[in-house]
Every structure is written in structure tokens, then in C-alpha cells.
Nanobody, 130 residues
């Protein structure tokens, strides 16, 4: 599985941005796509995740109500719509894929666990100015 994040850029606080994760080379189908971010000097953190069926959608508390994760019908692209952006959202955003099947109850608690993701893409920079 190859993943490529795109759509990052510079936006003012309160603005919106949509980043995309293009998924290719799926010899093994993915089960979960996660979005993570890493700000300068900080640890990488989970932002959101979505299952391949779309049934499971998960968010970090810091982005709930502002960010929305979705996917296209073919499952080849996963999107992260980011609204009401804040300077603290500035980071490199990565997408990652897990090919393991997890129970939804488990994902609800641990969708952010990086060790559960098998493939990682290059990130895209999101910068929010104040």
C-alpha cells in the first residue's frame, strides 16, 4: 500500500483546508486509514481515523466539531476537512493505513495507536497563521 498526503498549505486562523490521502497499490485491502500530525518539536499525535466501510470515524478531542474525515466511494482517497483552523493545528499531517481487521470497540479506544498502522505516507504541511 502506498499513501500520499496532499492539500496542505498556509491559511489564516478561522479558515478551512482539506487534505487528501491517495491510496494505491492495494494488494492487501486496508481496514483503517488514520490521520496523524506532528508539530515542530512535539510528538506525533492522532487526529482522526476512518474504517474502509466508513462505519467507524474517530477524532481527537482537540479537533472534534471542527474536522471531518471521509472517503470517496471507491475507497481510493480519504479526506480530512479542517474547519475553524487554529494556530495550534499547525503541523505536518500524515496518513497511515492498517491492513488488520480490528473490532470497532477496539478502534473506538485505540484508533490513535501508531503501532497498529502498517503503512505511512509522506506528510503535507499545514500552517495556520494567527
Amino acid at each position: 500500500v502506498q499513501l500520499q498526503a496532499s492539500g496542505g498549505g498556509l491559511v489564516q486562523a478561522g479558515g478551512s483546508l482539506r487534505v487528501s490521502c491517495a491510496i494505491s497499490g492495494r494488494r492487501r485491502p486496508y481496514y483503517v486509514i488514520g490521520w496523524f500530525r506532528q508539530a515542530l518539536g512535539k510528538k506525533r499525535e492522532g487526529v482522526s481515523a476512518i474504517t474502509s466501510s466508513g462505519e467507524g470515524q474517530y477524532y481527537a478531542d482537540s479537533v472534534k466539531g471542527r474536522f471531518t474525515v471521509s472517503k470517496d466511494n471507491a475507497g481510493n482517497t480519504v479526506f480530512l476537512q479542517m474547519n475553524n483552523l487554529k494556530p495550534e493545528d499547525t503541523a505536518i499531517y500524515f496518513c497511515a493505513a492498517s491492513v488488520c481487521t480490528y473490532e470497532l470497540d477496539y478502534l473506538a479506544k485505540f484508533w490513535w495507536a501508531e503501532d497498529d498502522y502498517d503503512y505511512w505516507g509522506q506528510g503535507t504541511q499545514v500552517t495556520v497563521s494567527s
